[in-house]
């Protein structure tokens, strides 16, 4: 009986999950400076980008399918079909370029931590 309920619960998550917008992935808030950052600082910033990068791929992907469900919902209607998929790719486009901007700014920081090192 238990399981019935749990099932119904996440069935009823689920759902409201594919209706519920895409929440835009939020970056690391600093990176450490490698010049002076410890080895621990530089790993803890590694695993914030690792997750960062995990939560734009998601952040995509639900994209594709509020997209795939607004121009379904739209109908036939090519004019809102067009302007659906226009600001979805914006949205796209602005997740992509954050994180490539990011991940350069964090693997520079990277480059420097090593050269201290070495």
Excluded: W
């Excluded at 302007?83 to 901007?101: D, F, P, R, Y």
């Amino acid at each position: 009986m238990k399981l019935k309920f749990a099932l119904a619960g996440m069935a009823l998550v689920c759902s409201v999950a594919v209706h519920a917008e895409c929440v835009y992935p939020k970056a690391p808030d600093s990176i450490p400076d490698g010049k002076s950052a410890s080895e621990q600082e530089m790993v803890a910033a590694m695993t914030a980008f690792k997750q960062y990068n995990t939560d734009v791929n998601t952040y995509l992907s639900c994209l594709d399918q509020e997209t795939t469900s607004k121009v379904s919902e739209a109908g036939g209607s090519a004019g809102q079909i067009v302007q659906i998929k226009a600001l979805q790719s914006k949205k796209h486009n602005a997740a992509v370029e954050e994180l490539q901007v990011k991940a350069a700014a964090f693997n520079e920081q990277v480059r420097l931590f090593k050269s201290k090192k070495g």
